[in-house]
């Protein structure tokens, strides 16, 4: 197991398989790199249907798909408490607010859809927020998208594609 990925575990969840950690996160904390394979957008539209569900935006034509590492598990919330990072050519999910033992870590999904994604998804994350379908960024309400990027939890990239 690598050394990020103590810091969470995979467990049943709302939405499946959820990754929860495995003590208290302080905010603005690294808790694991997306690590896996590398897809451009065209190989994106060749694959199976649960592997594009669970691509990241890495940049204008690549996602990385983690296919069974332990990223794949993270699931969506209208209402996050981590987000991804790009630092050093790599993605990395870190927390937002402080994450409780046993408690899953969630993002929300919309902060890495730029305006060229065509992947929406219905919502079933629970929050008292929920939006009830997760689409682009630049689809999300004014206020929201305006916090995101004030709070930097939407990354850079997604911003300029």
Known sequence: MAMEEKKVYVKDARNGKGAFARKKIL???MILEIKGVFLTCNEDDDIDEETRNNTFRYDDDLYISPGKDIANFINHSC???AKVV?????L??????PILKDEEVLFDYSTILARD???EMECNCGSQKCRKVVKQFK???LKLKEKYIKEEIVPDFILKI
């Open 27 to 29: 905010p603005e904390k």
């Open 79 to 81: 209402e996050p408490n």
């Open 86 to 90: 790009k630092k050093n050519k790599k």
């Open 92 to 97: 990395f999910i870190y927390s937002i607010l």
């Open 117 to 119: 994604d065509v992947w």
């Open 139 to 141: 689809k999300l309400p």
